[in-house]
Antibody, heavy 124, light 105 residues
Framework: QVQLVESGGGVVHPGGSLRLSCAASGFTFNNYGMHWVRQVSPGKGLEWVA?????????DYAESVKGRFTISRDKSTNTLYLQMNSLRAEDTAVYYC????????????????WGQGTLVTVSS | VLTQSPGTLSLSPGERTTLFCEAS???????LAWYQQKPGQAPRLLIY???NRAAGIPDRFSGSGSGTDFTLTISRLEPEDFAVYFC????????FGQGTRLEIK
C-alpha cells in the first residue's frame, strides 16, 4: 500500500533553513503530483503549502511561503523535498507530504494518502 | 473560508450524527473532501467529490451537499469514530475547515 515517510524536521532559529524529505513507496511515484501540507498544532488548522506535478512542470505555493520555500522531487529515489529558507516563527508546524489522487496531470485535486508528518519548530 | 460546525460534539457509540461544512463561496461541482484525524496520526481520506466514499471506508460514513453547504453523516457511531473531522475544498486552491472534534459522552 501507499507509504509516505517524512524526515528532516527539527528546531531552527528564525531566518534559518531546513530541508524536509518524504520517501514514497507502494505506488508509481512518477505518475502522481505531490503536496506538502502543514498543521500548526494537533487537531488544529491545516494549511496547504506546495504542489509539484508528476513531471515537475508545475509548481505552486501558498502565498505565505512563496519565495522562501521550494518543492522538488527525485524520480530516481522516489523522494519528495521541501527546501525551507528564511524560516519564521509562524512556520512552526507538523509538515505532511501527501499524494494527489489524480495522475498524469498538472491539475491539483485532493490528497488521498498522507505521511505521518515531521515537526518543524522555529524558535530563538 | 470553510466554517465547520459544531466545534465539538459529545455523543455515545451507536448514535447518529451529522457534521456541517459551509463555504463562504461556492466550491463548484462538489470539490469537497472530508478527512478523519486521530491523535498522533495523519489525516485519513473519508469522502471526496462531496459524496464519494474513499476505498476501505465503511458505509456508515456518507457525504452530501453542493455549492456552499456540505454534510458528513455517520449513521451509527463506533468507538473508533471518535476523532477530529476536517473538510477540504479543492475547487479554488485549497482551504481546510477548522475541524469538528467528536468526543465520547
Amino acid at each position: 500500500q501507499v507509504q509516505l515517510v517524512e524526515s528532516g524536521g527539527g528546531v531552527v532559529h528564525p531566518g534559518g533553513s531546513l530541508r524536509l524529505s518524504c520517501a514514497a513507496s507502494g505506488f508509481t511515484f512518477n505518475n502522481y503530483g505531490m503536496h506538502w501540507v502543514r498543521q500548526v498544532s494537533p487537531g488544529k488548522g491545516l494549511e496547504w503549502v506546495a504542489f509539484i506535478s508528476h513531471d515537475e512542470d508545475k509548481k505552486d505555493y501558498a502565498e505565505s511561503v512563496k519565495g522562501r520555500f521550494t518543492i522538488s522531487r527525485d524520480k530516481s529515489t522516489n523522494t519528495l523535498y521541501l527546501q525551507m529558507n528564511s524560516l519564521r516563527a509562524e512556520d512552526t508546524a507538523v509538515y505532511y507530504c501527501a499524494k494527489d489522487w489524480l495522475k498524469w496531470t498538472n491539475l491539483k485535486t485532493y490528497f488521498d494518502s498522507w505521511g505521518q508528518g515531521t515537526l518543524v519548530t522555529v524558535s530563538s | 473560508v470553510l466554517t465547520q460546525s459544531p466545534g465539538t460534539l459529545s455523543l455515545s457509540p451507536g448514535e447518529r450524527t451529522t457534521l456541517f461544512c459551509e463555504a463562504s463561496q461556492s466550491v463548484g461541482s462538489r470539490y469537497l473532501a472530508w478527512y478523519q484525524q486521530k491523535p498522533g496520526q495523519a489525516p485519513r481520506l473519508l469522502i471526496y467529490g462531496a459524496s464519494n466514499r474513499a476505498a476501505g471506508i465503511p458505509d456508515r460514513f456518507s457525504g452530501s451537499g453542493s455549492g456552499t453547504d456540505f454534510t458528513l453523516t455517520i449513521s451509527r457511531l463506533e468507538p473508533e469514530d471518535f476523532a477530529v473531522y476536517f473538510c477540504l475544498q479543492y475547487g479554488r486552491s485549497f482551504t481546510f475547515g477548522q475541524g469538528t472534534r467528536l468526543e465520547i459522552k
